[in-house]
């Protein structure tokens, strides 16, 4: 089964992963400007948008990533994406050519040694509702995107309107998405990674806390932890400009 990809522009290679419930529309208000710079490639999530579900766990979804993407490439992970594209980095190496990874973590939930992220019990509860009505749980997903970000009405409209432009995630992709959340920790894998990676945070996101940043930044001192104060969970969208500028500096 083949992922739903768009490729457009001209320029070094670069991929788009979405987050969870979303689709590849949110990464409309910035295409003007990085298909100036780079040939982009964006793609749906199984079960997101128009791509079709994937049996089987975060290596099943990075490989369907990677079957779509191009041969080399920087690869841009949001959230939940930034878990697969993390994953992809692991997996093929030489297909990556650096990480860019907006608002993600290695560990979605807090772990013994983790009390950074989010309580478990905060996470069962988000799934039990899921279960019960997925209309509402992606609406208040939404919330918590913007939850304390600036301009965070404007942002919500936007992550609205992304939801809307394109088909909606079905069961099929939002349930397992939450599992990779759950289940994923590939703190003990950071040490095997081979690309140079950057990592963005926003200083009021409700979901990645920024104390994520700091603890990624001991265990990765090579790489490029940065922080966007006043942002939330989507930094690229209520700060595209700072955005925009982080993603260009490491490029090359």
């Known amino acids: 089964m083949t992922l739903w990809h768009d490729s457009q522009g001209a320029g070094p290679e670069l991929v788009l992963l979405h987050g969870w419930g979303m689709n590849a529309a949110v990464w409309e208000p910035l295409l003007p400007r990085l298909q100036q710079a780079f040939r982009v490639t964006r793609v749906e999530l199984p079960g997101h948008g128009e791509s079709p579900p994937v049996p089987g766990g975060l290596h099943a979804w990075a490989e369907d990533c990677l079957a779509v993407a191009p041969a080399r490439a920087a690869w841009v992970g949001w959230s939940l994406g930034g878990l697969v594209a993390l994953q992809a980095a692991l997996l093929q190496p030489e297909r990556v050519e650096r990480l860019a990874l907006v608002t993600a973590t290695p560990s979605f939930v807090q772990r013994e040694t983790w009390p950074q992220a989010m309580p478990l019990a905060v996470f069962d509860q988000f799934a039990a509702e899921l279960r019960l009505d997925p209309a509402?749980?992606?609406?208040?997903?939404?919330?918590?995107?913007?939850?304390?970000?600036?301009?965070?009405?404007?942002?919500?409209?936007?992550?609205?309107?992304?939801?809307a432009e394109r088909p909606a995630a079905r069961r099929e992709g939002l349930e397992p998405g939450l599992e990779i959340l759950?289940?994923?920790?590939?703190?003990?894998?950071?040490?095997?990674?081979?690309?140079?990676?950057?990592?963005?945070?926003?200083?009021?996101?409700?979901?990645?806390?920024?104390?994520?940043?700091?603890?990624?930044?001991?265990?990765?001192?090579?790489?490029?932890?940065s922080l966007i104060e006043g942002a939330g969970h989507a930094p690229f969208l209520s700060h595209a400009e700072a955005c925009l500028a982080w993603l260009r500096a490491e490029h090359g």
Request: hydrophobic share 45%; glycine share 8%.
């Open 182 to 225: 759950l289940e994923t920790d590939l703190r003990e894998r950071l040490r095997d990674l081979q690309v140079p990676s950057q990592w963005l945070f926003g200083s009021r996101d409700t979901l990645v806390p920024v104390e994520v940043g700091m603890a990624l930044q001991a265990e990765l001192p090579a790489a490029r932890v």
């Open 136 to 163: 509402a749980t992606l609406r208040r997903f939404l919330g918590l995107q913007v939850k304390g970000s600036e301009g965070a009405r404007e942002l919500l409209r936007i992550l609205g309107s992304a939801l």
